[in-house]
């Protein structure tokens, strides 16, 4: 069903949500929360700089006042249930003017202003006459720009009301096994009476996601026990060669790896291994080994990358050393000549041994073979379930290897890869030297200076930022991506600064990334568009801007993005806003070096999916994040029951819909 039956979605806003992966009205329906505000638990205001949940009652009307032509505040006078008057603030929303009432009483979330003594920085709000009587939990959206909360919520409302969310378990099992149909805990989620309510159907929805991953491990290790009927040669010429090629000596770990894999290529196995690497740890390198291998032996390869930027870097890569092997190596991306694409397919065609390095564009069908005989995903996260089948089927018995640098914590590896070999490299080929603080404002001119002491003598760093555009709150004023551009600009040079982010064409993107790398460019103001496969050697130097914004998985990426020549480097965290949990949560990554530890630490602090766990400030976290092994556990004994039933996963719309989110 399409968007435009939901009553106050025009062109531009459908374009928007579209943008965003949002392109029916089902895909309205599973645009969950991502917290829930807890109403039998609001405070008081305080000027502490935490953020909290405050019951109040307007007792003036509102005002607007312009800073500048562009940007203006909305507020009025309200007072807390202890008798506190604040004025609660709103930034360039205009309309807010007419929105309150005196003598209403409103729930607000927010903090107090850092610049204005009294104000309150409203996140979002509910008028008290909104909430359905019994209600305790209010769910919040991620919102975006032209679309509030109140808005998207009830766009979600109309949508629950048109579309049926069905399972693709059959209903007779649903209502035999499960406490509430899908239909029920969708609603549920979005409406939750009480946090048991909401345990409940978000553990419905878990189990409905986690199903056909059970499914998929289970198919895989039944083809374990198949033979292979690929035969690999040259294992021991290709690994001496290739170290006789490389710059460095590979880790022990990096040739236990390898030897894994050659093991079940030499016995004739069927490879289907996830590679978890920490940043830097060589898996690139362990693949183009393991690839070398299948196409010296007479096989076509692929290595399929999730950007044009990501699969250029590994073109190059294997570029270096596949052509003083002899053997032949593609690039294959939207760009690729029509000319270039047919050499490509006529390749495959004619079971000519080639690797193909690519993008999304290796989906399509023209490029399928049966010589085709190892498949390598790098990212593989940033590849939904349905892709990675069609991949998967341009052969039979794909040798399948699977690469991902974000540190998955154990919990979470078994339910996604249970059917899979593991194999981790944890260590890069060097000890890396990095040191990590955390800047506060009052030292913010400090760290600035000292980038430029550095940046004279050759340095280059990156100053990563949450938004590409300004944002409404004050207290994040000035650090936009495109505000810290104009910014550095000004202090270092516009010459020595580029900006990059999700809006740049590909072109444009990867010219800004040749001028860091190779030109006169010593930083890169940039959103998180750097934080998987940019490789820059002499890179020393990483702001991270708000660092609270961020998870720790994503910031473990970003600081890996420095130091991958083993030179001593800097990580910033330019931490202006740290409430008590964000500051547990970036020390510990300040303290902290390995991935795993990071994720599990991130993991188990974020609760796991436990909702029922200590709220702070009326505020639960995003537990669609999280999958708990209990519900795992449940799902697996689900299956137990059902596996003899031939259970189509694979083209049910709602499943489709909630494993991309899943990935996402």
């Known amino acids: 069903m399409d968007l435009n039956v939901i009553k106050g979605l025009g062109t531009k806003r459908i374009e928007l949500l579209k943008s965003k992966g949002i392109e029916s009205v089902t895909d309205l329906a599973l645009y969950f929360p991502r917290s829930y505000y807890d109403l039998s638990n ?100 991620k919102t975006f720009k032209g679309i509030g909360q109140t808005s998207l919520k009830s766009f979600v409302d109309q949508a629950l009301e048109l579309v049926a969310v069905d399972s693709f378990l059959p209903q007779n099992i649903e209502n035999k096994h499960l ?38 491990n289970e198919d895989i290790k039944k083809q374990k026990t198949l033979e292979n009927t690929r035969f690999y040669t040259n294992f021991d010429h290709i690994l001496r060669l290739f170290c006789d090629f490389l710059p460095y000596t590979l880790t022990l770990e990096q040739t236990k790896v390898i030897n894994q894999i050659m093991a079940d290529m030499k016995n004739h196995k069927p490879i289907n291994r996830l590679i978890q690497g920490d940043v830097g740890s060589g898996k690139t390198i362990v693949s183009l080994i393991v690839l070398a291998i299948a196409v010296s032996s007479g096989y076509s390869a692929m290595l399929v990358a999730p950007t044009e930027i990501l699969a250029k870097q590994h073109y190059q890569e294997a570029l270096k050393y596949f052509s003083n092997l002899g053997l032949n190596v593609s690039l294959l991306t939207g760009k690729t000549t029509l000319a270039d694409r047919k050499e490509i397919s006529n390749c495959l065609s004619s079971n000519k041994p080639i690797l193909i390095v690519g993008t999304q564009t290796c989906l399509n069908d023209e490029f399928v073979s049966d010589n085709l005989a190892m498949l390598v995903i790098d990212e593989q996260h940033r590849f939904g379930v349905k892709q990675r089948a069609k991949l998967l089927n341009k052969s039979k018995n794909i040798d399948l290897i699977m690469l991902s640098a974000t540190p998955i914590p154990r919990s979470m590896s078994l339910i ?36 430029k002491t550095n940046i004279e003598n050759n340095a280059k760093a990156y100053v990563v930022c949450s938004n590409i555009d300004e944002n409404d709150d004050d207290s994040y004023i000035g650090l936009s991506a495109k505000e810290m551009y104009n910014k550095l600009s000004h202090i270092y040079g516009k010459e020595n600064v580029q900006l990059a982010h999700g809006k740049l064409t590909a072109e444009q993107a990867e010219k800004v990334l040749d001028n860091f790398k190779n030109g006169s460019a010593k930083i890169l103001v940039s ?62 990554f300040k303290n902290h070096t390995d991935g ?13 999916g436990n909702i029922l766990g200590t709220n702070q400030h009326g505020k639960t976290d995003n537990i669609f994040e999280f999958i708990s092994l209990s519900t795992f ?8 029951q059902l596996k003899n039933l031939d259970i189509d996963f694979s083209n049910n719309k709602t499943y489709l819909a909630l494993s991309e989110i899943a990935m996402n």
């Open 596 to 608: 795993f530890e990071i994720a599990e630490f991130d993991y188990t602090s974020r609760g796991a």
């Open 42 to 141: 609001n405070e008081s205001f305080l000027e502490d700089g935490k953020f909290r949940l405050i019951k109040a009652k307007v007792v003036t009307c509102a005002k607007v006042a312009r800073i500048r032509k562009d940007f203006g505040y909305c507020y009025f006078e309200a007072v807390d249930e202890i008798g506190n008057k604040f004025k609660p603030i709103f930034y360039n929303q205009p309309y807010i003017k007419n929105v309150f009432k005196v003598d209403e009483t409103v729930y607000f979330f927010g903090k107090n202003s850092p610049t204005k003594h009294g104000y309150f920085i409203v996140s979002t709000y509910v008028k008290e006459q909104k909430i359905k009587e019994g209600t305790t939990l209010l769910p919040v959206y």
């Open 633 to 640: 556990n449940k799902a697996t004994s689900l299956y137990n």
């Open 416 to 451: 996604y890869y249970g059917g899979l070999d593991l194999s981790v490299l944890s260590k890069p080929p060097f000890v890396k030297q990095i040191q990590t603080n955390i800047v506060k404002e009052s030292k913010e001119d400090d760290m600035w200076q000292f980038i």
């Open 527 to 588: 959103t998180t568009v750097i934080e998987v496969g940019i490789d820059i050697k002499d890179a020393n130097i990483m702001v991270i801007v708000s660092p609270e914004k961020f998870g720790l998985a994503t910031l473990h990426q970003l600081r890996g993005r420095i130091g991958r020549a083993g030179q001593k480097s800097y990580c910033f965290c330019m931490a202006r806003n740290l409430s008590e949990n964000s500051f547990e949560r970036i020390d510990f």
């Open 179 to 216: 406490e509430l149909s899908l239909q029920e805990a969708v609603k549920k989620v979005h409406d939750p009476k009480s946090k048991q309510e909401l345990t409940i159907a978000k553990t419905r929805i878990d189990i409905e996601k986690i199903l056909p991953y059970i499914k998929y």
